[in-house]
């Protein structure tokens, strides 16, 4: 799986729009780019995911480059419970394989 | 989405003691699930993938015999980490897949392990 970089942290305030950006510059044709989020001492959960068109759910946006080299994620409004580790992954589209986790991005929602 | 369910959420063990850490697909059935382990201020690492009805993938530098992993149906896997010591103490974290969907993981909430 190709190799992910993000900021090691944001801040954002209530209400905003959060908008977190990942650099995947090595990323293969059939590598679908997710993107997860842990709650302090919750396990990960899943946000969104896509290949080379924005993608939109309850959740979240995704946006992702025409070359898709490098992606962001967007929380339209973000409220205090949107405080997490965000993780952005590069992964083959229906690998049944584990998921391999950088540092990602701590987003502080403030008031 | 599929739900992945672990239990217990929390225990504290003294040290030498055994303690074995449950993860269910709700949902779903599951022929991998994954056990990750998580240091304070870390990310998440993989220790070991589990595959129903045989033995479990350990990752390099996990010691299989401290960390037993028994898949034994389609829809649990546990974790027994066996003569606990305080280096054990961490955050367990259990992950699915399930067959045919577009290759997102579940996880459970994870398990935090304190030994005394």
């Known amino acids: 799986d190709a190799k992910t970089t993000q900021p090691p942290s944001m801040d954002c305030a209530e209400g905003r729009a959060a908008n977190l950006p990942c650099n995947h510059s090595?990323?293969?044709?059939?590598?679908?780019v997710y993107w997860y989020r842990q709650i302090h001492s919750q396990g990960p959960q899943y946000i969104i995911h896509g290949l080379k068109n924005n993608e939109t759910n309850e959740m979240a946006s995704l946006i992702i480059t025409e070359d898709r080299k490098s992606s962001t994620l967007i929380l339209p409004h973000a409220t205090l419970r949107d405080t997490a580790v965000y993780y952005c992954?590069?992964?083959?589209?229906?690998?049944?394989?584990?998921?391999?986790f950088g540092k990602g991005t701590k987003l502080s929602v403030k008031p | 989405g599929a739900v992945v369910s672990q239990h217990p959420s929390w225990v504290i063990c003294k040290s030498g003691t055994s303690v074995k850490i449950e993860c269910r697909s709700l949902?779903?059935?599951?022929?991998?699930m994954f056990w990750y382990r998580q240091f304070p201020k870390q990310s998440l690492m993989l220790m070991a993938t589990?595959?129903?009805?045989?033995?479990?993938?350990?990752e390099q530098g996990v010691e299989k015999d401290k960390f037993l992993i028994n898949h034994a149906s389609l829809t649990l896997s546990t974790l027994t980490v066996t003569s606990a010591h305080p280096e054990d103490s961490s955050f367990y974290i259990c992950?699915?897949?399930?067959?045919?969907?577009?290759?997102?993981?579940?996880f459970g909430e994870g398990s935090r392990l304190t030994v005394l």
């Open positions: 090595t990323i293969s044709g059939n590598e679908y």
């Open positions: 949902d779903f059935q599951a022929t991998t």
């Open positions: 992950s699915a897949v399930p067959g045919g969907n577009t290759g997102e993981l579940f």
């Open positions: 589990s595959n129903e009805g045989s033995k479990a993938t350990y």
């Open positions: 992954i590069v992964r083959v589209a229906r690998s049944q394989g584990n998921l391999i």
